[in-house]
């Protein structure tokens, strides 16, 4: 029973993301990766499905039901459907919990304010948690990339997630200077939903956009065969269902605006950077992470336009939860880049 008991009281992570809400649990690792999608029905305020479910209903509900997206740009923009999703997702993982509450750690953007910061520990804390950490998201993701940032060495992480793209100069386990932008995949797919109606006279969902771009969307020019591909919606013209067949080039015009909004970010970053610690991001390179970071090519464009080495982390879409997990796993010598306060 002891063991059963332990495995109750499991402490967790949480990587509370615009697109996806992954959990890590202590000495598991990750058991859930799920979208942050929440389908409820409008008039009774109930819910009818949560994660993959939901998200299969996106663009597909009548009037009565209505799928929400709880975070926005990273941040909560509706706080107690978050509260609701959170609970759901830490139950799904701890079914029996009326046993031991988990520590959790949650990873927020960096730039979050106060107000911000408070409603996550409070989500937290209303879905069950017995004490709440709050991690950076940038500070998680490289943790999870692996880079060693106890040392005095500088290392840097570009994370381009779906509401957010931050990028921070960590070393001595803290960040020295950070930018985030609110910019990231979600934004990426409304460019191309906006290019297609433009150029085409064609309304897409969102879900469609996004399937173009994981096919054939690239910052920068392979070199190789350029792909096609067929892109489904309705005619704005005739309002009659049409296909087209797009081109890996027009996605790439399409996105070029959040793409070099991106780069920007990172170039900025470099231009803060204490001149020490210049040399060392030179000789290791930048680590780009998070889901935007497997955008065909994007590597190669921050190496065209910074001159920096650039490498793409193993676990890129994992990397923020695998660093919560970390400090999970080894809290004690991972106490100091978490940002704990008691429940007033």
């Known amino acids: 029973m002891t063991n059963n008991l332990a495995f109750l009281g499991r402490d967790m992570a949480v990587d509370l993301g615009t697109a996806n809400t992954l959990v890590y649990v202590r000495g598991r690792g990750i058991v859930l990766n799920e979208p942050s999608v929440v389908v409820l029905n409008s008039s009774t305020g ?50 029996r919990r009326h046993f031991a509450k988990p520590r959790i750690v949650i990873a927020v953007p960096s730039g979050i304010t106060s107000v911000e910061h408070r409603a996550v520990k409070e989500a937290g804390y209303q879905a069950g948690a017995r004490r ?35 990028v921070a100069i960590i070393s001595v386990g803290g960040i020295v200077t950070s930018q985030t932008v609110r910019v990231g995949g979600d934004e990426l797919d409304q460019a191309i939903m906006a ?12 879900r469609t956009a996004e399937e173009i771009k994981v096919a054939i969307g690239s910052a920068f020019p392979t070199g190789e065969e350029e792909l096609h591909a067929e892109v489904r919606g309705r005619d704005l013209v005739s309002g ?6 797009m081109s890996a080039a027009d996605v790439r ?15 900025t970053t470099l ?49 923020v939860a695998v660093g919560s997990g970390i400090c999970v796993e080894n809290y004690e010598r991972l106490n100091q880049v978490l940002v704990p306060e008691r429940r007033r």
């Open 46 to 95: 109930k819910i009818i499905a949560v994660g993959i479910e939901a998200k299969q209903m996106i663009g597909r509900t009548p009037s009565s039901i209505t799928a929400v997206r709880p975070l926005k740009d990273g941040v909560i923009a509706d706080f107690d459907i978050t509260e609701r999703m959170l609970r759901y997702f830490i139950q799904k993982v701890h079914r």
């Open 132 to 166: 709440v950490y709050i991690i950076e998201e940038p500070m998680a993701a490289a943790i999870g990339a692996g880079l060693p940032i106890h040392e005095p060495t500088g290392n840097m992480i570009v994370d381009i997630g779906g509401g957010t793209t931050e």
């Open 195 to 206: 290019f297609v109606k433009k150029e085409y006279s064609l309304m897409i969902g969102e």
């Open 240 to 245: 009659l269902p049409k296909t087209v067949v």
């Open 253 to 267: 015009q399409a996105i070029e605006e959040p793409v070099a909004a991106i780069v920007d970010a990172v170039r």
């Open 271 to 319: 231009d803060r950077c204490p001149p020490e610690l210049s040399g060392d991001i030179m000789d290791r390179g930048v680590a780009i992470a998070g889901g935007g970071a497997l955008l065909s090519g994007l590597d190669g464009r921050l190496r065209h336009e910074t001159g920096m080495p650039i490498h793409v982390a193993e676990n890129a879409l994992d990397s």
